[in-house]
């Protein structure tokens, strides 16, 4: 991931545990 599309994460996952992001980027892959 670079960094701009982690930035762009963070800024609409910004509420979200990590752990959260992790199993949203799991889904992404996975699809």
Known sequence: MNKSRFYYW??????????EL???KELEVEN
């Open 22 to 24: 992790t199993r949203l």
């Open 10 to 19: 963070r800024m609409k996952y910004g509420g979200m545990e990590q752990q």
